[in-house]
């Protein structure tokens, strides 16, 4: 049997770009063998007493759920064996900068996911120093993550 290795599946949700990555990231982790998914950190799938807020928003307001759904986020960071931040460019999504710093500063594997549509656009400063690579979508199904390795990003950043 192939090793897996987990993931914290870093992304945003918050518009159409951003859910179609998501959903296409998703699909692309489910047929990759080197992947554990069902043991990886999903935060939509872990949100405090199970309250999606992109079903119920007005929990946002909510501080215990605001910060037991944080905590729950940082523990999911830290007990993953890497990093996956799904990036779309020019829908930059906040929450995934502080994640993916946050990983960085925990020694984590960081690996950054681009549609292939927009791979190459110009990224972040911030979120490209702290990966130590970035991929095309494309290629996620077929990533080792048993042997991930160093590389730069062909785009700019700004």
Same mark, same amino acid.
């Given at each position: 049997?192939?090793?897996?290795?987990?993931?914290?599946? *870093?992304?945003?949700?918050?518009?159409?770009?951003?859910?179609?990555?998501?959903?296409?990231?998703?699909?692309?982790?489910?047929?990759?063998?080197?992947?554990?998914?069902?043991?990886?950190?999903? @935060?939509?799938?872990?949100?405090?007493?199970?309250?999606?807020?992109?079903?119920?928003?007005? &929990? +946002?307001?909510?501080?215990?759920?605001?910060?037991?759904?944080?905590?729950?986020?940082?523990? *999911?960071?830290?007990?993953?064996?890497?990093?996956?931040?799904? &990036?779309? @460019?020019?829908?930059?999504?906040?929450?995934?900068?502080?994640?993916?710093?946050?990983?960085?500063?925990?020694?984590?594997?960081?690996? +950054?996911?681009?549609?292939?549509?927009?791979? *190459?656009?110009?990224?972040?400063?911030?979120?490209?120093?702290?990966?130590?690579?970035?991929?095309?979508?494309?290629?996620?199904?077929?990533?080792?993550?048993?042997? @991930?390795? &160093?590389?730069?990003?062909?785009?700019?950043?700004?």
């Amino acid at each position: 049997m192939t090793k897996q290795k987990t993931v914290y599946f *870093g992304a945003g949700w918050f518009t159409e770009t951003q859910n179609k990555a998501y959903k296409d990231a998703m699909s692309a982790l489910n047929a990759n063998p080197t992947i554990d998914l069902e043991n990886s950190y999903v @935060p939509l799938q872990n949100q405090y007493k199970d309250i999606r807020v992109d079903e119920h928003p007005e &929990y +946002l307001h909510d501080k215990e759920w605001a910060q037991a759904t944080y905590n729950g986020d940082l523990v *999911g960071i830290k007990t993953s064996d890497i990093m996956l931040g799904v &990036y779309v @460019p020019k829908e930059e999504d906040v929450g995934l900068g502080m994640e993916l710093g946050y990983a960085m500063s925990q020694g984590k594997y960081v690996l +950054l996911v681009i549609p292939d549509e927009l791979f *190459g656009e110009s990224i972040n400063l911030m979120s490209w120093g702290v990966a130590d690579n970035v991929i095309k979508m494309s290629e996620l199904a077929t990533f080792d993550f048993n042997r @991930p390795k &160093y590389n730069f990003y062909d785009g700019a950043v700004y």
